[in-house]
């Protein structure tokens, strides 16, 4: 156990951490809603440029108020924020142009074709060459497979097409960040493969990537760092090290009936604590002690080794130990 | 950071306030300096005002005028007639008129509707009256002996000789109230006011002797061309409110363009015409008779001034049914042309009473109410009483009053 | 979740070490590394013309949907309805009657243009006009487009000045729509005559057109009043309908207040009580003051509810 990782939203935990320059920032951001009730306490976001940041938690844990404030949707009840280090909303129109957003899934005109909503979307910003405009929306079509339905009416996409039309409108631009909330859902697992694709594709050019997903098998497998949160606060952020030196990896070992008392005898020489037991089977936090010591030192020791076994916890046991809640509670 | 986002998101709010606050200024603002009260006017006596008064007929002008009644008589249903530019409209609420004049005997007087017009056209020897609503016209021209007197008077005096039925406009009703009553009341002037953005004198005629409906009338003179510019009369029954008010809005000395004071009937109106002669006793007054101008054939009057009564017989031929009675009544108020004097008027079959056709019937049925001598109409500034007998009694004075007489 | 289940421990990692290689070159990665196009002209660059695109693009919106293209054939059947109607009973006892300028029409084409407009003025254009302001920001907020403009990012108070605008187009093309159809319809069945003016005077075909041009641009700037309160009771709201019914309400209340006798003091205030003004137009010496108040009354509604607007669209937050 680190405490210091649970401890993130501490500014100067935060800070500590990532030096390098950040494609986000927020330092205490909070938002209070008329109701009273907080759906974001506090939050101290770093996001480092070119990371891919799989940002974590619960349906209703305050993932999508945040987006919406760092994108200047939403008015902070407190706090500030940065997006590639231009303070928002007050910077909007300058930096909003480099970012390129999908949230909440998403939205678009249903009497247009595909086509057409990107058009309207490119022709309302302000920086976008009207010139390269069919070009640049072909291509965005193109790289979300979307081309052959492009000219279909936008109501008649399936889930899956949208969201593929709501990636494509973010990409209409090169982008030095995309906040892609939740781009997975309504994907079938081949759609889901190539979002991951995507946003590996991306990350390789350079280009920052802050991925919201309840879903942590589909970030898990993109991301560079990681934010976790849980009812509107930060419980876990930094990168996948911060991770893996939360791995609170046991070992288990199965031994015959006589060999149990030798067994942790052993397991406690190497100093791995007093290991639990059920019946033949003993199972001890591994600490620092690599696996294969303890083997070799069992086999030593006489214990007859029925099963040896290191379990090491994946990210949704993390973030099942950090939140105390499954992943699809909702407040 | 977030607190002072808030602020500014807040300070947002003052901008639509500061616009209402600037827009109401804006609009309220003027009106209201307006109102304020004009000083600096040279003195002058009632007696100089009046007879500047008497010779104002010489200016020509243009203007707006509102007009309204509050007579306290029941409400008419609610038909064409309330919706359609009609004289009708004069005898209650608020009516707007556009008034042109050359001063001399050419004038037009505009009652006007929402989407509609009732034009009242004098030029010298003939007048026009057209209503838009029923694309009408009535054409109104001298008979051979009257025509004869028109020439040989035409232009040697200042009075407006009307053809056609007046219309209340301020000049009409200030007239009408100096000119002849003076010697039966008070006339004071009683300060200064700003009528249409002019200073004008405010003259005070105040009845002697009681009996009557009306407590006192006020005048706004221009204090540079001597025009009536506002005309209040108020009722003994109301103290708040004048029971008639005519006033200028906006108004404009100047030579309305030839255009205006003529007319000819548009293609596809429905035409009528109508033959009148000038009334013996009084050269070019109008054809309404006034209270000093000649009584119809067979009338009455009792009582003296403000509270005079006039009683009349039903002529036969027109005695269609009773309460249907011709008959026109002199307009001691001065107000003959206006509500009051268009009450008066009520079942004048002569067709010379604008937009009493066919419906008078109905509408003297709406206003008046069954007493015992007959039939009673009774506003706070005129009653009159239709006998069951066939007389018709009509003043400025209390209901009670004509009930006594008959 | 099963994809996390079958992963192995310790091969949670398919490119560890990208995000730390990534971030010591510098914040902009270098163009040649991109996948896409390098795009001409950089991203903070504005390409001139901007505000053109944006109007011309929610214009083809506006104008190009088909939700509004049906209700201005439906201002534009008005007309022809009218027309139809009045040509097939012109012989008939009621011939030359019905309120406003319809009684009118048969003697003078040109006067359907008018008494279309009178016929639509009450209800119709109002309902018209509130359907169109009263979606402009709560249809894009309802549908979701609103979060994505505002993204892109389009600045709050240029995006409501265009929906304006566009609204205010659309209700021009409303009252030009019921305007050409009643042109074309009266020329067609009744025949184009010198005009006769309200006063009962008649003027040439060609200055009554012209005053018949004015009535139509003084109609089309009486609705921007409401344009401007629909616009305001858009920027409150999710739902697109409560809106627009919100807007369709005002108007009917202001006209309900309008016929109040009681309330004369507040009338010249009223959003309708000026519309009727029009017929100003048709008389002999058009009181210029009467229209400039009229026009005023509106000016001030707009300054109002566009202020109104703008301090809630500028300052709300955008959740939908």
């Known amino acids: 156990m680190t405490p210091a990782a649970t401890a993130v939203g501490d500014e100067a935990e935060a800070g500590s951490e990532d030096t390098g320059p950040l494609a986000v920032r927020s330092d205490g951001l909070t938002k209070r809603f008329r109701s009273g009730q907080v759906a974001v306490d506090g939050l101290g976001l770093r996001v480092p ?14 993932k999508t108020t945040t987006i919406r404030m760092l994108l200047g949707l939403v008015q902070p009840t407190g706090g500030r924020s940065w997006l590639l280090d231009e303070s928002m909303p007050r910077a909007s129109s300058r930096v909003l142009t480099r970012v390129g957003a999908l949230v909440e899934g998403p939205a678009f005109h249903p009497y247009l074709s595909g086509r057409a909503n990107l058009a309207r979307l490119d022709a309302v910003d302000a920086t976008a060459d009207p010139r390269t405009r069919t070009r640049r929306s072909g291509e965005a079509l193109e790289r979300v497979g979307l081309s052959a339905a492009a000219d279909k009416k936008y109501r008649q996409y399936s889930l899956g097409m949208k969201q593929r039309l709501g990636l494509a409108a973010a990409l209409l631009r090169p982008r030095d960040l995309l906040v892609l909330d939740e781009p997975t859902n309504g994907l079938d697992p081949q759609g889901t493969r190539e979002v991951r694709n995507l946003v590996r ?125 499954g992943f699809d509670v909702a407040r | 950071m977030g607190d002072s986002a808030r602020m500014s998101s807040k300070a947002r709010w003052a901008v639509p306030a500061g616009a209402a606050v600037a827009v109401v200024g804006l609009f309220a603002g003027p009106p209201l300096l307006a109102s304020a009260g004009s000083s600096g006017l040279p003195a002058i006596t ?361 | 979740m099963s994809l996390a289940d079958e992963t192995p421990s310790g091969t949670l990692t398919p490119q560890p070490t990208a995000g730390s290689e990534r971030q010591s070159p510098g914040s902009r990665p270098d163009a040649s590394l991109r996948p896409l196009e390098p795009s001409a002209g950089g991203p903070d660059e504005r390409v001139p013309g901007a505000f053109g695109r944006l109007l011309r693009s929610e214009l083809r919106l506006v104008l190009g949907r088909r939700r509004n293209v049906i209700l201005l054939s439906g201002l534009a059947a008005v007309p022809l309805l009218l027309a139809l109607v009045l040509f097939l009973t012109r012989s008939s006892q009621s011939a030359g009657e019905g309120p406003g300028f319809v009684g009118r029409v048969t003697e003078n084409g040109l006067f359907l243009v008018v008494a279309a407009i009178f016929v639509c003025l009450p209800f119709l254009l109002p309902l018209t006009i509130a359907i169109a302001s009263g979606d402009a920001i709560a249809g894009e907020a309802s549908a979701g487009t609103l979060r994505y403009l505002l993204v892109v990012p389009v600045p709050r108070t240029r995006l409501l000045v265009v929906k304006a605008l566009a609204a205010l187009a659309f209700a021009g093309s409303a009252v030009l729509a019921i305007a050409i159809v009643g042109l074309v319809a009266g020329a067609g ?96 010496q058009p009181d210029w003051r009467t229209l400039a108040s009229g026009l005023g009354v509106q000016a001030a509604w707009i300054v109002i509810f566009s202020t109104l607007a703008w301090a809630r669209f500028t300052s709300a937050d955008v959740s939908s």
């Open chain 1, 49 to 62: 440029r070119g990371a891919v940041y799989g940002f974590i938690g619960p349906n209703g844990s305050g």
């Open chain 1, 201 to 325: 594709e991306l990350a390789a050019g350079g280009t920052t990537v802050l991925v919201s997903s309840h879903l942590l098998a589909e970030i898990e497998q993109v991301c560079s760092h990681v934010g976790i949160m849980s009812r509107g606060r930060l419980v876990l952020q930094g990168d996948r090290s911060v991770l893996a030196a939360r791995g609170d990896a046991r070992v288990a070992v199965v031994t015959t009936p006589s060999c149990v008392a030798t067994a942790a005898e052993v397991l406690r020489g190497l100093g791995l604590g007093s290991p639990d037991v059920e019946g033949v089977r003993l199972v001890a936090p591994l600490g620092e002690v690599p696996p294969e010591r303890v083997s070799a030192a069992l086999v030593r020791g006489g214990v007859d080794l029925v099963g040896f076994e290191v379990r090491r916890s994946n990210l949704e046991q993390v973030f099942v130990e950090l939140t105390g809640e």
């Open chain 2, 46 to 406: 009632p007696q100089e005002l009046v007879a500047a008064v008497a010779s104002h007929q010489s200016q020509a002008l243009s203007g707006t005028v509102a007009y309204t009644a509050r007579l306290g008589l029941p409400s008419l249903p609610l038909g064409s007639a309330s919706d359609s530019a009609d004289p009708t409209n004069l005898l209650s609420g608020t009516t707007t008129m556009r008034v042109w004049t050359d001063g001399q005997e050419r004038s037009r007087v505009s009652l006007i509707g929402q989407t509609s017009e009732y034009s009242v056209v004098a030029d010298g020897p003939q007048a026009w009256t057209y209503s838009s609503a029923k694309n009408a016209v009535v054409h109104f021209t001298l008979d051979a002996a009257a025509a004869k007197r028109f020439q040989a008077e035409h232009g040697k005096t200042t009075s407006t000789p009307s053809v056609a039925p007046s219309m209340p406009t301020p000049g009409q009703l200030a007239d009408q109230s100096l000119a002849q009553v003076q010697k039966f009341s008070t006339v004071t002037v009683e300060g200064q006011s700003k009528v249409a953005g002019r200073d004008a004198y405010e003259l005070v005629v105040t009845p002697q002797g009681g009996g009557t409906l009306v407590s006192r009338v006020v005048v706004a003179v221009d204090s540079q061309t001597k025009t009536p510019l506002s005309v209040q009369v108020w009722s003994t029954t109301n103290t708040k409110d004048p029971a008639l008010e005519v006033g200028f809005t906006s108004v404009r000395f100047a030579m309305p363009s030839s255009a205006v004071l003529t007319f000819s009937p548009p293609k596809g109106a429905s035409v009528q015409q109508k033959v009148v002669g000038l009334p013996a006793g009084h050269p070019m007054a109008p054809s309404a008779p006034s209270a000093t101008g000649g009584l119809p054939h067979g009338a009455t009057v009792h009582g003296t001034g403000w509270a005079t009564v006039v009683e009349r017989s039903v002529v036969p031929e027109h005695g269609r049914l009773q309460g249907h009675a011709p008959t026109t009544v002199p307009a001691p108020s001065g107000a003959a042309s206006s509500g009051p004097g268009m009450l008066g008027q009520l079942g004048g079959s002569d067709g010379s009473t604008p937009g009493m056709g066919g419906d008078q019937a109905a509408l003297l049925n709406e206003l008046t109410t069954k007493v015992p001598q007959g039939r009673l109409l009774s506003s706070a500034l005129i009653s009159v009483l239709i006998t069951n007998d066939g007389h018709v009694l009509a003043g400025a004075v209390p209901a009670a009053t004509l009930q006594a007489l008959a």
């Open chain 3, 189 to 284: 069945f009744f025949g184009l005559h010198d005009v006769v003016l309200l006063s009962g005077d008649t003027v040439s075909l060609g200055a009554g057109a012209l005053r018949i041009a004015g009535v139509v641009v003084y109609v089309a700037l009486s609705m921007t009043g409401l344009v401007a309160v629909g616009l305001f009771f858009s920027t409150l709201t999710e739902v697109p309908v409560a809106a627009m019914a919100a807007t369709v309400i005002t108007a009917i209340v202001s006209g309900v207040l309008d016929a109040l006798p009681a309330l004369h003091a507040i009338h010249p205030w009223l959003l309708t009580h000026h519309w009727l003004d029009f017929a100003e137009l048709l008389r002999i």
